[in-house]
């Protein structure tokens, strides 16, 4: 029988074997000598753990960068890197509403208050020039916050079809109207409107915007300042109290009389007896300091020749969607003085 001091024991254990990495000893001395079944079993149905590791993607990305080569983005980082950086939201409206609103946003807001209804479509090209993602963002945050209504309408049909075509409009709600009145930013004598009014007409009053827009751009570049619109709605109203109170005050008076004065007055013409009134009236001040406006009317199917005729002897500027210029068909094809003035939209 050998000799064995306590110190070959301890020497023993402190050896190293030569595959064993030096700061690995105490993880294998915690693992169990032989494996066992239920090891097995709890390896094969617990699921590798991923880290995330933000450094490590920054990495990549400077790396991948670095060879020359372009990193693959998806659909939603693409759209990030192409669109420009938003303005931090401002505080134009902070004071009267408790809100910050970007510039986007104030525009947005305004434009639909003097139009009543503005298809998304339409503010998407106008005031978001096509940044679509833009526009959902800052219409669920008006919307959120109590100051729009959104509503889905339907199309006119053209009686080709019988599948019902859908689209998109925005309008002011009542907290909307009264607290972007309190912001001091409408100009003076322009007026706000909300809610949906006469929805199988939304279309067509949606397309107001679109055509005034084309006229506002040339009042703007000939100088014209201060500019306002006055819908068919307010015009009407103007034009029933005027009238109202003209016979009031000369009740002997005809009442032809009195309405041929008023709608002289107004700038408007008769015909039938009744008083012509455009769609939207556009009101500016001229260069030189004196008033000026023009009448916007848009025309649908619905028009006959010569209610068309009416409109533009009335000196309205006529406007027509694509869809209704081919539906209009022999009304207007056989005029060509007509056709001339209609601009297609």
Not at 30 to 58: E, L, W, Y
Not at 89 to 100: A, D, F, N, V
Not at 315 to 340: C, E, N, P, T
């Amino acid at each position: 029988m050998d000799d064995h001091s306590p110190l070959d024991y301890c020497r023993e254990l402190r050896q190293r074997p030569p595959d064993r990495p030096a700061d690995s000893s105490a993880a294998l001395d915690k693992q169990p000598a032989q494996d066992s079944p239920f090891n097995t079993i709890r390896r094969a149905i617990t699921p590798s753990r991923i880290v995330f590791n933000p450094r490590g993607r920054a990495e990549n990305a400077h790396s991948v960068k670095a060879h020359g080569q372009s990193p693959e983005l998806t659909g939603r980082e693409r759209q990030r890197s192409q669109a420009p950086r938003r303005r931090k939201r401002g505080h134009e409206l902070s004071r009267p509403i408790g809100l910050q609103i970007r510039p986007e946003e104030s525009r947005l807001l305004t434009e639909v208050g003097k139009f009543r209804i503005i298809a998304v479509a339409d503010l998407e090209k106008e005031i978001y020039q096509g940044n679509h993602s833009q526009l959902r963002h800052d219409l669920e945050f008006l919307k959120e916050n109590g100051l729009i209504e959104r509503h889905f309408l339907n199309l006119r049909r053209d009686g080709k079809s019988d599948d019902v075509r859908r689209f998109e409009a925005v309008t002011l709600t009542k907290i909307g109207r009264k607290l972007l009145i309190a912001t001091g930013q409408i100009a003076e004598g322009q007026r706000i409107y909300s809610g949906l009014v006469k929805p199988r007409e939304a279309e067509h009053d949606a397309q107001v915007f679109r055509a005034c827009l084309r006229e506002a751009a040339e009042v703007e570049r000939a100088g014209g300042r201060n500019l306002r619109v006055r819908l068919d709605f307010e015009l009407k109203a103007r034009l029933n109290r005027a009238v109202y109170l003209a016979r009031k005050a000369e009740p002997e008076r005809d009442a032809e009389e009195i309405k041929a004065k008023v709608a002289q007055q107004f700038g408007l013409k008769l015909r039938n007896h009744k008083v012509v009134v455009p769609d939207a009236r556009l009101e500016y001040d001229l260069p030189s300091g004196g008033p000026a406006h023009i009448d916007v009317e848009v025309a649908t199917s619905a028009y006959r020749h010569g209610h068309l005729a009416a409109k533009l002897k009335a000196g309205f500027k006529l406007y027509i969607s694509d869809g209704d210029a081919g539906r209009l068909g022999a009304a207007v094809q056989d005029d060509h003085d007509l056709m001339s003035e209609i601009l297609d939209m």
